[in-house]
Nanobody, 131 residues
Framework: QVQLVESGGGSVQAGGSLRLSCTAS????????MGWFRQAPGKEREGVVV????????YYADSVKGRFTISADNAKNTAYLQMNSLKPEDTAMYHC????????????????????????WGQGTQVTVSS
């Protein structure tokens, strides 16, 4: 089981930036699929982005493409989410998640941004964007 701890949330005005961090422990981090999900009050959890920490492949939700960037520092067992040009609709609790890659001729992380593909979750960090 992977333990995940997020940090970096906060309150910003629209157009501002934040960087979230997710530090993993308790597992071979470099073999994981790492993802960020978010959930706003009264709304369903939404997949934001996934990164394969082995080869750096990324998948983004359309709503954040061009504004958010995920990266991974395997030496620090940490994934980062750089969020630029923030909008009020980005306001949510952001959760980091880790899952095992799948194998179909090669190892890969699923691109569907589905929470069911991830078995370990952090407690979350709040992001609030004001207009």
């Amino acid at each position: 089981q992977v333990q995940l701890v997020e940090s970096g949330g906060g309150s910003v005005q629209a157009g501002g930036s934040l960087r979230l961090s997710c530090t993993a422990s308790g597992h071979a981090y470099s073999s994981n699929c790492m993802g960020w999900f978010r959930q706003a009050p009264g709304k369903e959890r939404e997949g934001v982005v996934v990164i394969d920490t082995g080869d750096g492949t990324t998948y983004y939700a359309d709503s954040v493409k061009g504004r958010f960037t995920i990266s991974a520092d395997n030496a620090k067992n940490t994934a980062y989410l750089q969020m630029n040009s923030l909008k009020p609709e980005d306001t949510a609790m952001y959760h980091c998640a880790a899952g095992r890659p799948r194998y179909s001729g090669r190892w890969y992380c699923p691109s569907s941004l589905q929470a069911a593909d991830f078995s370990s979750w952090g407690q979350g960090t709040q992001v609030t964007v004001s207009s």
